[in-house]
């Protein structure tokens, strides 16, 4: 019996850096751990984009360039956003991340 929702763990919201108070070092630690888990989700969500494009490639042939070119540019704009920094950013304030775009099913 294979359930994806068995292995999925749900993590509470917890509040973000701008919204805590500078000494809630327990607060931060957990706010810490939500960004860099997210972080990390959207990476293998990246992953999973660079499959199917190299899927797309290798069952186009050589086609790939007109019918992959929307999976490719879908990549190609999530790995600008999808880049894993930290938790901090080059100024040394926690940063925010962008929205999720939505990510396209096989058919696209």
Request: charged letters at 35%; hydrophobic letters at 30%; proline letters at 6%.
């Amino acid at each position: 019996m294979r359930d994806g929702h068995r292995y999925h763990k749900e993590c509470p919201k917890v509040p973000d850096f701008d919204e805590l108070e500078k000494d809630d070092l327990i607060g931060f630690r957990r706010a810490r751990d939500q960004y860099l888990r997210e972080t990390w989700i959207r990476v293998m969500e990246l992953r999973i984009m660079q499959k199917r494009l190299q899927q797309c490639y290798r069952t186009e042939g050589v086609n790939y360039i007109q019918n992959c070119r929307a999976l490719g540019e879908r990549y190609l704009d999530m790995a600008k956003l999808y880049q894993m920094k930290g938790y901090h950013s080059h100024s040394g304030k926690a940063t925010k991340l962008p929205p999720i775009p939505a990510v396209p099913s096989k058919n696209e």
